[in-house]
């Protein structure tokens, strides 16, 4: 072939992108100059001989000018194509360094894994999903905050987690969020209360009027409840954690509504006893949630995984 047949013009416009032959091109091309043979090169790299001379040919007729005369005797360079080769050199040199930097931010990044979770998914849920993910990732140092779904909410706008988990009806602005499991209140009280003893269902009026222990306004089992009761629960004490309320519930202060996830044991045992309700929507979805368009990485996606399975 003749370096008239080789040489097509040179494209000026465009991206850079379209002028400046791929890294495996220019690895190519500086394997080639490194061993004296196409033949070799393409073994190093681990492709067929066609391939890397279809590669060459291509990378001539993007540049415009011929890099490589092939004979009998092996691939030697052109004149061209020893100056190509230098800038090759270093353009691959950078990308070696951009591979090191982004290696770095990614170890950086995947040593720690920052959670914010609302309360009842802190205490029930996520222990069981830190556990194995301890197991995927043993060196990754994990920090939880808890608190509720307004908190996490912030925590996560302000850059201060990586991932939340939320229990509310819906989902904060500003996060994009995934559904992961599913949960019911339901409500709650010690032996002794005289709820214990009915045997008609409660209905929403009756609760609405009695003062029940809760938790407090911006909590994802609070928003629940109001919005079942039309705003319209009332408060006998609000309490900022699942674990007060539910001590509460079992001293005989009075009748609590939490998740089911949250009761189980104190049910087994006969410390609270379950009372039903009718006309009442209780039911709620466990989300995970992120920043909006920044979708879990590394060990978040790991967690994020973990919960589904």
Sequence with gaps: MSNADEQAGPTVSGSLAHRVPDLGALELLLAVARLGSLGGAARELGITQPAASSRIRSMERQLGVALVDRSPRGSRLTDAGALVTDWARRIVEAAEAFDVGAQALRVRRDSRLRVAASMTIAEYLLPGWLLALRA??????????????TVVAERLLSDEADLGFVEGLSVPAGLDSAVIAHDRLIVVTAPGHAWARRRRSLAAEELASTPLILREKGSGTRQVLDAALGGLARPLIELSSTTAVKAAAVSGAGPAVLSELAVGEELAMRRLVPVPVDGV???RDLRAVWPTGHRPTGPARDLL?????
């Design 305 to 309: 995984s973990l919960t589904r399975g």
């Design 136 to 149: 995927q990732r043993p060196d990754t140092a994990v920090s939880l905050h808890a608190g509720n779904s």
């Design 281 to 283: 929507a209780l039911a």
